[in-house]
């Protein structure tokens, strides 16, 4: 039986799933298994996943199309190891990802865990930049990065598990947005300890144009309202600060323009300051100036998606209850 079972939801993404297939057959310790869940994908990535049959231990499950945290769980049901693993299908795993986790169980058992993510060199520089925004302490993105000064840390399915024990226990990831802290809230109310394993981090892609991430971003932010009313006390001051960014750049911006000039002043230094972490942190002037498109776009659209819900679910009280959204999604 393998030790960790690594379990991945896909929809249409065959070249993804090559580059993780690729990095998991690398790894230096063998004593796991990956279970490939297609949830529906018009372009199935089964002849993929046949081509690394001979060097990853791996299962390949064709199911309707049902969302990501129903994959998930359909994979749990049928994977075997002690601890499930769950990556997104377009993350790339260091060499010594597994070898790193085992000694850490080895040394301190935890019930549940996560990983940072980071930029590979393969990456775009859109991409990397994405990764700073994401990571940085400045955007509030440290937090995902391994940071967990500001709230305490919460594990994120880009890179994250549990063990056996806790799936018998609470179940899987129910299907809505941010699933993961959801699922991390859970563990924690039931009693699991939940660890940071720095060490253990991924390489993870995310999304490829501003578009794109734009919108992911803008969905984040509105289901920070969501785990708001699913759980009262998880909203930390950290998550409103977005949307402290968005206020305050409209009122700069306006003060500026109606006012004085340099009204706009305090929101140009965050800027520069972004703009030479990124640079220091990215070794390049042409990714540290997409990182400062990035990040307006990871703390407007967090703070813009964050102010509509909030606006909308709590001060004017439309909406579903939190519980009966939940089970719509699920299809109940």
């Known amino acids: 039986m393998p030790y960790f079972s690594v379990i991945v939801p896909v929809y249409n993404r065959v070249d993804e799933v090559h580059d993780l297939l690729e990095s998991l057959s690398a790894q230096t310790l063998k004593d796991f298994e990956v279970v490939i869940v297609e949830d529906g994908s018009t372009v199935p990535c089964k002849a ?10 791996v299962q390949y499950f064709h199911k309707s199309n049902e969302g990501r945290s129903i994959a998930r769980n359909y994979g749990m049901e049928h994977a075997r190891g002690e601890y499930f693993v769950f990556f997104d299908s377009d993350c790339v795993i260091p060499e010594r990802y597994f070898e790193i986790l085992k000694a ?10 996560g990983g940072p993510d980071a930029a590979h ?3 775009t520089d ?11 302490f400045l955007t509030t993105g440290g937090i995902r990065g391994g940071k967990v000064k500001l709230e305490k840390f919460v594990p994120r399915s880009f890179n994250m598990g549990y063990s056996r024990k806790v799936w018998e226990k609470i179940g899987g990831f129910r299907e809505m947005f941010s699933e993961d802290i959801d699922m991390s809230m859970r563990v924690r109310n039931a009693g699991f300890s939940i660890k940071l394993v720095r060490d253990a981090y991924v390489y993870h892609k995310r999304r490829t144009s501003l578009r794109l ?8 932010g509105m289901s920070r309202i969501t785990l708001k009313l699913l759980y009262p006390d998880s909203l930390k001051l950290v ?8 206020l305050g ?25 972004v703009w030479l972490t990124a640079i220091a942190s990215t070794r ?23 102010i509509k819900a909030y606006t909308w679910k709590i001060l004017l009280r439309h909406g579903r209850n939190i519980e009966e959204e939940i089970m719509i999604r699920k299809g109940k």
Request: glycine content about 6%; overall charge negative.
């Open 239 to 246: 998550h409103c600060l977005p949307a402290a960014f968005v």
């Open 121 to 123: 060199d393969s990456f």
């Open 48 to 57: 993929v996943v046949e081509a690394f049959a001979g060097k990853v231990d």
């Open 284 to 306: 390049s002037l042409k990714i540290g100036s997409l990182a400062v498109v990035t990040s307006i776009i990871q703390l407007g659209g967090y703070g813009i998606g964050f």
């Open 104 to 113: 850490r169980f080895d040394e301190e058992p935890t019930d549940c865990f």
């Open 213 to 220: 991430f734009c919108r992911q971003i803008y969905v984040f």
């Open 249 to 273: 750049t409209v009122t700069m911006v306006l003060l500026a323009l109606l006012w004085r000039w340099w009204a706009i002043l305090p929101l140009a230094a965050y800027l520069v300051a």
């Open 126 to 136: 859109v991409q990397k930049a994405i990764n700073y925004s994401m990571t940085s």
